[in-house]
C-alpha cells in the first residue's frame, strides 16, 4: 500500500484530499492540530503544531519511520489579509513558518525516502502566488515563494523521477475564511469546493509514469465574494 503524507488533513482542502487519497487504496498520515475526524483504519493522524520548527523537530523520527512513502502534500496554512503594518510580529512569523518554513522542511526530511519510490510532492499554494492583491502582501509572499521552491526543485530533481506539482487555488469555501472579513461568493460558480481541488489532484495523479503536470491554476467560472460585517 503506498503511503502519503498531507498536513492540513484536519480540515477544508487537505482533508478534502486525505479522504480522496484513503479512497484511492493509501495509507494515510495526516499532520495537523486537531484530528479533524477522518475515521478510516488505514488513516493516521500525527498531532503537531507546524507554525512551530521545534515541534516539528519531534515529529522528525516518526515521519522518518513512515515506509512506502509516495506523495506529500503541503496543505496546512492560513492567510490574514489587513494592511501590513497592522499585522502584529507573531502573525508574520506564524505564517511564514507554516506556510512557507514547514513544506520547505518536510521537503528536505522526506527527499530521500520519496525518491526511493520515485514519489510526488503537492504545495497548495494560492491564486495569489501568481498575482498581486491589495492587503495580501504577507500572504503573497509565502505562497509564491513556495511555488518558486517547488517549481525550482522540480529541476534539481526530476532526474529521480520525482514529481513536485504546484496547485494555485482561487476562493475555495472551507474554514479558511473564518476568522476574515470576507469570505466566498453565494453561487456555485463564484467559488471552488476543495472537492475540486482533491478531485484534480485524483486526475493528475492518474497520469502515465513519464508524464509531470508541475503547475495547476483553479478558478471559478465568475467573480464572486461576501464582505461580512
Ligand atoms: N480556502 C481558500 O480560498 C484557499 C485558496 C487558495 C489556497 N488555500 C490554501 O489551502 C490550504 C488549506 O486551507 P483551507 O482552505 O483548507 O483552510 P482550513 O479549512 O482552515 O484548513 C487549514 C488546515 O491547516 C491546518 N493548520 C492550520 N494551522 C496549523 C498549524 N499551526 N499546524 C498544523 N496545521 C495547521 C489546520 O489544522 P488544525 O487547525 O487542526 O491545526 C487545517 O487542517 C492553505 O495552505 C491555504 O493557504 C486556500
Redesign the pocket.
Known amino acids: 500500500m503506498a503511503t502519503a503524507i498531507v498536513?492540513?488533513?484536519?480540515?477544508?482542502?487537505?482533508?478534502a484530499i486525505a479522504l480522496m487519497l484513503l479512497d484511492e487504496g493509501y495509507s494515510v498520515f495526516g499532520?495537523?492540530?486537531?484530528h479533524?475526524k477522518i475515521s478510516h483504519p488505514a488513516f493516521h493522524h500525527i498531532a503537531?503544531?507546524?507554525?512551530s520548527t521545534r515541534a516539528l523537530e519531534t515529529i522528525k523520527t516518526d515521519l522518518l519511520g513512515i515506509t512506502d512513502l509516495a506523495l506529500l502534500v503541503n496543505?496546512?496554512?492560513?492567510?490574514r489579509f489587513e494592511p501590513h503594518e497592522e499585522l502584529s510580529p507573531m502573525v508574520i512569523i506564524d505564517m511564514i513558518t507554516?506556510?512557507l518554513t514547514a513544506p520547505i522542511l518536510l521537503t528536505n526530511l522526506l527527499l530521500r525516502p520519496l525518491k526511493e519510490k520515485q514519489g510526488t510532492i503537492i504545495n497548495?499554494t494560492?491564486?495569489e502566488a501568481i498575482r498581486s492583491s491589495k492587503f495580501s502582501a504577507l500572504y503573497t509572499a509565502t505562497k509564491s515563494g513556495l511555488r518558486a521552491f517547488g517549481n525550482s526543485l522540480f529541476e534539481e530533481v526530476r532526474t529521480s523521477g520525482v514529481g513536485v506539482i504546484t496547485i494555485n487555488?482561487?476562493?475555495?469555501e472551507?474554514?479558511?475564511f473564518d476568522d476574515l472579513r470576507f469570505g466566498v461568493g453565494e453561487s456555485e460558480d463564484t467559488k471552488l469546493f476543495?472537492s475540486d481541488i482533491a478531485q484534480t489532484i485524483r486526475n493528475l495523479l492518474c497520469l502515465r509514469k513519464g508524464v509531470s503536470v508541475t503547475e495547476l491554476t483553479l478558478r471559478p467560472q465568475r467573480f464572486g465574494i461576501s464582505k461580512k460585517r
Open positions: 498536513t492540513g488533513s484536519s480540515s477544508g482542502i487537505g482533508k499532520i495537523s492540530r486537531s479533524g503537531c503544531d507546524l507554525g496543505a496546512a496554512g492560513f492567510g507554516l506556510n497548495i494560492s491564486i487555488p482561487d476562493m475555495t472551507t474554514a479558511f476543495a
